[in-house]
């Protein structure tokens, strides 16, 4: 038997957003690997394993879907949201730099919702002109390259999509992202908080940057600014095809 | 009967990339409204109306399906893609805008599969980092701010997608874009080239920023720049998670 390993995305927790693409790989699977929460949402069966790690641990987790493919499992290493933003894709990837023998290994990665596109949906259309996507979490770059890219992402007049704005370990850094921006734009630039896009329990609220605080965002939120344009229409907040 | 207007997303092509969300919001319209080849995508049955029109003139089109919920049709304005990212999600907003009478129209967005992701997930994990979508087409804004954003979006280091990269009707477009690549990215940039993503006939092509030439894109083109730090490895293209 010839294994391999697929990386899918499962989406933002809505089970109607999971692509049937990948509905079909994890039912071809023996093996399913992720973070916990995110296995608990793949159904047991007979013949499949299950895998749960904690959070923080990506590359033992890339490896080991690597290592097991290795030996013919048929793997899927699950990940909410779209596997190849700020998710599993890349991990495995650099698993595979690091253990060359894993090259040839057949690869292949599963779109899905990404949280941004879910959250930018429930709230209108925020992405509508050209965007960013900015992970706000510094374990994994210093705090200079998240500001720098902050100032040429309003000076470039882009909207952003923000994800991992705020965790318990890292409490100050999007009041320090909400001070950059206040630097950049305009106190009426539209944010959205969207919390547990797509959930039961979704909350969306946007304000104006003069109005954000800190404690708006956690580490389920998903934060969407605006650009110089996005305004509000009834209860919904857009982003026109247009630059102005 | 109550009418209502959602706009949903097919995904890039391939129909196992169609959430089940959508599909069955389809299964419930009485009409669909849409580009001639989204629009053909749908099967037909009785008691659905296709509304096929051509591009360019998604205002009448967001304006028609506006008109028909409010007089009591179920309206799904169908995009290719998300329909939040360069697709009719903020046309509609910007039909209800220039006609406030609709702005109490049950309005909902429905996501999909936008054709960066299924590119970066065909190729690997490029968009595994801080990244940029920028709509490449002049249509709706002047040159002179497409070039302003390559510039920010280069000097901030991000990844970038490029959506509507070159037509017949704008020949020169993404030549200037290589130019201003040039100026700004080291020449070793890598570049994917994605056609037709998700289709049979898909096609991959990744070359450095030093190779790239202006006819490798066309209108079914999704271009990806990598970042300074995304590489190759194997036959797959990804930017890890770390800055550098």
Known sequence: MTGWVAIAGLGPGNEAMVTPEVTGILAQATDIIGYIPYVARVAPREGLTLHATDNRVELERALHALELAANGARVVVVSSGDPGVFAMASAVFEAV???PEFTKTDIRVLPGITAMLAAAAAVGA???H???AINLSDNLKPWEVIEHRLRMAARGDFAMAFYNPRSKSRPHGFEKTLDVLREECSPQTLITFARNVSHPDQTLNTVTLAEATP???????LVI???SATRRI???VYTPRSAT
């Open 97 to 99: 730099e690091a253990h």
């Open 126 to 128: 925020p992405l509508g």
């Open 130 to 132: 050209d965007f960013c």
């Open 215 to 221: 404690d708006m965002a956690d580490m389920r939120t």
């Open 225 to 227: 600014v605006g650009n």
């Open 234 to 236: 009834g209860k919904y």
